[in-house]
């Protein structure tokens, strides 16, 4: 679904993807909120983040690929040449995606380390494992987004 939102953006489609970001934030708010007057809340507490997350990923990615489908899928040459604006090379996807693949996995890896300094600053108590269910949660959402 990320290669259809960057379709659609190619294609001057940006208001497809921006709402389907803002629908994803706003299905998991309105996710989050539904589960917490559940019973989940007493048995699987860590089940409502979770599962908010991925009630706006599907969001999102429904808005995505509907979007394209009705307005791109049928619109798009079989081949795509220099003409076309097709010149893509496996030395400019690596120019464009390396300074990305850095900065996800710089964040991932100082993940735990940020971790261990939260819960040996809080002594180990209840809010040291709020802030590691609520940092990991974060994680999952900006790795989503990329």
């Known amino acids: 679904a990320w290669i259809h939102a960057g379709i659609l953006l190619k294609h001057k489609f940006s208001v497809i993807v921006g709402s389907a970001s803002i629908s994803d934030v ?3 708010i309105v996710f989050v909120a ?3 007057h559940s019973n989940l809340e ?6 409502i983040p979770i ?3 991925y009630m706006g990923a ?11 489908y009705c307005n791109i899928h049928d ?6 040449g220099l003409d076309v604006g097709g010149d893509a090379t496996i030395k400019k996807m690596l120019s464009f995606w390396w300074p990305l693949a850095l900065i996800l996995a710089t964040q991932r890896i100082s993940r735990p380390i940020v971790n ?12 040291a ?3 590691r269910v609520c940092s990991s949660h974060c994680t999952i959402h900006m790795s989503a987004c990329f």
């Open 116 to 127: 261990l300094f939260v819960s040996r600053d809080l002594k180990g108590s209840a809010d």
């Open 42 to 47: 007493c048995v699987e507490p860590l089940l």
């Open 51 to 53: 599962l908010s997350l």
């Open 75 to 80: 619109n798009i040459p079989e081949s795509s």
């Open 26 to 28: 706003v299905a998991q």
């Open 58 to 68: 599907l969001v999102r990615f429904s808005i995505v690929g509907i979007g394209y």
């Open 129 to 131: 494992t709020e802030v």
């Open 34 to 36: 539904i589960l917490l």
